[in-house]
């Protein structure tokens, strides 16, 4: 029984999903291929995130944040499970309205309506561009001289080995 005065349990759910610091969409389930599902809510954090509008993003495919250097076999993979109905986890590089890129851990669900049919996707997603950006430093940091840039031991040791494996590869199809 709702109260006059009182929000509508639509909106207070609406204010509580816009309290959620991890970004927050809820897709229709099809269709899976191109355009690809298209976005039914889109919470705060998705439009700070990302930059664009509520407007600008309803009623769009969420491919809309994929750029130049957005793995497509990451991404193929992560299609394939939604088409099995699976929940389906990725890390992918996404890009702001700006074209600034971030990487993002996502998460999504199906939903299913009381008959059992999948009707829509639900997707968490946590900015993890500072753990990147870390890893990535540790890694340089493992393989090459932090002062000159150039490859240490290990580095070396490294690049010789993908070089001599590349090498024993291209003879063997000889």
Same mark, same amino acid.
């Given at each position: 029984?709702?109260?006059?005065?009182?929000? &509508?349990? =639509?909106?207070?759910?609406?204010?509580?999903?816009?309290? !959620?610091q /991890?970004?927050?969409? !809820?897709?229709l389930?099809?269709? *899976?291929?191109?355009?690809?599902?298209? !976005?039914?809510?889109?919470?705060?954090?998705?439009?700070?995130?990302?930059g664009?509008?509520? $407007?600008?993003?309803?009623? #769009?495919?969420?491919?809309?944040?994929?750029?130049? /250097? %957005?793995?497509?076999?990451?991404? @193929?993979?992560?299609?394939? =499970?939604?088409?099995?109905?699976? @929940?389906? +986890?990725?890390?992918?590089?996404?890009? &702001?309205? &700006?074209?600034?890129?971030?990487? !993002?851990?996502?998460?999504?669900?199906?939903?299913?309506?009381?008959?059992?049919?999948? %009707? +829509?996707?639900?997707?968490?997603?946590? /900015?993890?561009? $500072? #753990?990147?950006?870390?890893?990535?430093r540790?890694?340089?940091?493992?393989?090459?001289?932090?002062? %000159?840039? *150039?490859?240490? @031991?290990?580095?070396? %040791?490294?690049?010789?080995? #993908?070089?001599? =494996?590349?090498?024993?590869?291209? $003879?063997?199809?000889?």
């Amino acid at each position: 029984r709702e109260l006059v005065g009182e929000p &509508s349990l =639509a909106a207070l759910l609406g204010s509580m999903l816009n309290t !959620i610091q /991890d970004s927050l969409l !809820i897709t229709l389930a099809e269709p *899976l291929d191109a355009p690809g599902p298209l !976005i039914v809510y889109a919470n705060d954090a998705v439009l700070q995130q990302t930059g664009f509008s509520r $407007q600008e993003v309803l009623g #769009r495919s969420p491919r809309l944040f994929q750029g130049p /250097d %957005t793995d497509r076999h990451v991404t @193929r993979r992560f299609g394939e =499970a939604l088409r099995r109905g699976e @929940r389906a +986890h990725m890390e992918v590089l996404n890009y &702001s309205s &700006s074209g600034r890129p971030y990487w !993002i851990e996502l998460k999504v669900a199906p939903l299913a309506d009381a008959d059992g049919w999948f %009707t +829509h996707w639900v997707s968490v997603q946590r /900015d993890v561009t $500072q #753990r990147r950006l870390t890893e990535q430093r540790l890694q340089q940091q493992a393989f090459a001289d932090p002062l %000159t840039g *150039l490859l240490n @031991r290990r580095g070396m %040791t490294e690049h010789l080995e #993908r070089a001599l =494996a590349g090498s024993e590869a291209t $003879q063997s199809h000889l």
